[in-house]
T-cell receptor, first 111, second 116 residues
Framework: SQELEQSPQSLIVQEGKNLTINCTSS?????LYWYKQKYGEGLIFLMMLQKGGEEKSHEKITAKLDEKKQQSSLHITASQPSHAGIYLC???????????FGKGTTLSVSS | NAGVMQNPRHLVRRRGQEARLRCSPMKGHSHVYWYRQLPEEGLKFMVYLQKENIIDESGMPKERFSAEFPKEGPSILRIQQVVRGDSAAYFCASSPMAAVSGNTIYFGEGSWLTVV
């Protein structure tokens, strides 16, 4: 079974609405990164979480890592068309290893 | 401070030819990672290199693919005798030290390989 799952696969929200994207691991992770990707472009770094219970915010985006370090949620407040894109979570299960990525969540924001 | 630079951005190769993708990490970064992205499959890890060393190549196909990160110059991902299934976006990322030691990993814009 898949080690890392993102949900939902895709999401359409109305501009101004809040939304949450989840990233769930089947085992405890060492650290987690959130990225955003526009179609045909590279990945833009959003946030990195490493400590259980850690929460970080950047502008209208907040990400949290649960205490068990097996799930992270990314929350966007008052979504805007500029938030549209693919959100990817990447995790490392051990220090010094490369990131493994989920399949991503495609977000569309309708105005 | 320039970001991770990848070239070429777009590459078209005929079946059987060789493809060489280059990645210049951010200044001061000595760790490089290569990923492949296919539609519907997400971003798949291929290889992790440090200067002159391959740290982890568990995601690299056993044949036709190779990667290097020499002491001087960019990291190179080389695909020999390309087939249609190699068509994908190839992304390079870099970090100053090992990933998740509090270090941000930055990605390049990608190289889109099309095999005809």
């Amino acid at each position: 079974s898949q080690e890392l799952e993102q949900s939902p696969q895709s999401l359409i929200v109305q501009e101004g609405k809040n939304l949450t994207i989840n990233c769930t691991s089947s085992k405890t992770l060492y650290g987690l990164y959130w990225y955003k990707q526009k179609y045909g472009e590279g990945l833009i770094f959003l946030m990195m979480l490493q400590k259980g219970g850690e929460e970080k915010s950047h502008e209208k985006i907040t990400a949290k890592l649960d205490e068990k370090k097996q799930q992270s949620s990314l929350h966007i407040t008052a979504s805007q068309p500029s938030h549209a894109g693919i959100y990817l979570c990447g995790v490392a299960y051990q220090a010094g290893t490369a990131l493994i990525f989920g399949k991503g969540t495609t977000l569309s924001v309708s105005s | 401070n320039a970001g991770v630079m990848q070239n070429p951005r777009h590459l078209v190769r005929r079946r059987g030819q060789e493809a060489r993708l280059r990645c210049s990490p951010m200044k001061g970064h000595s760790h490089v990672y290569w990923y492949r992205q296919l539609p519907e499959e997400g971003l798949k890890f291929m290889v992790y290199l440090q200067k002159e060393n391959i740290i982890d190549e568990s995601g690299m196909p056993k044949e036709r693919f190779s990667a290097e990160f020499p002491k001087e110059g960019p990291s190179i991902l080389r695909i020999q005798q390309v087939v249609r299934g190699d068509s994908a976006a190839y992304f390079c990322a870099s970090s100053p030290m090992a990933a998740v030691s509090g270090n941000t990993i930055y990605f390049g814009e990608g190289s889109w390989l099309t095999v005809v």
